[in-house]
């Protein structure tokens, strides 16, 4: 069993910075691949960003590419995500969840919420 705990959620103005974190409380943390999605009322939880085990491979939502950076550090049981030049259509709930992934010639091509997932945190981007 593990808890997913976000933060680092807030509003910022367009252009701006925010950095997420999300630690994980339970055993093996070192053992999930670990992502970021975002959730708008009334529309689908979209992947924004996955890494691996180790942290050596990401995913990024294409439109996300160069703008948001996503860490682990395994011996805290934390997972960041740096996001920069932030616009208003970035307004979101942002949950950190253990993932699934698919990679083609190992690359990470596809990844889904699995079995724990956070509260979120809100993230709110002001024109």
């Known amino acids: 069993q593990l808890e997913v705990v976000e933060s680092g959620g807030g509003l910022v103005e367009a252009g701006g910075s925010l950095r997420l974190s999300c630690v994980v409380r339970?055993?093996?943390?070192?053992?999930?691949?670990m992502g970021w999605f975002r959730q708008d009322p009334g529309k689908e939880l979209e992947a924004v960003s996955c890494i691996s085990l180790s942290g050596d491979k990401t995913y990024y939502r294409d439109s996300l590419k160069g703008r948001f950076t996503i860490s682990r550090d395994n011996t805290k049981n934390t997972v960041y995500l740096q996001m920069d030049n932030l616009k208003p259509e970035d307004t979101a709930m942002y949950y950190c969840?253990?993932?699934?992934?698919?990679?083609?010639?190992?690359?990470?091509?596809?990844?889904?919420?699995?079995?724990?997932r956070g509260q979120g945190t809100q993230v709110t981007v002001s024109s």
């Open positions: 969840a253990t993932v699934r992934t698919q990679e083609t010639l190992g690359v990470i091509d596809r990844c889904e919420a699995a079995t724990y």
């Open positions: 339970g055993r093996h943390f070192q053992m999930y691949h």
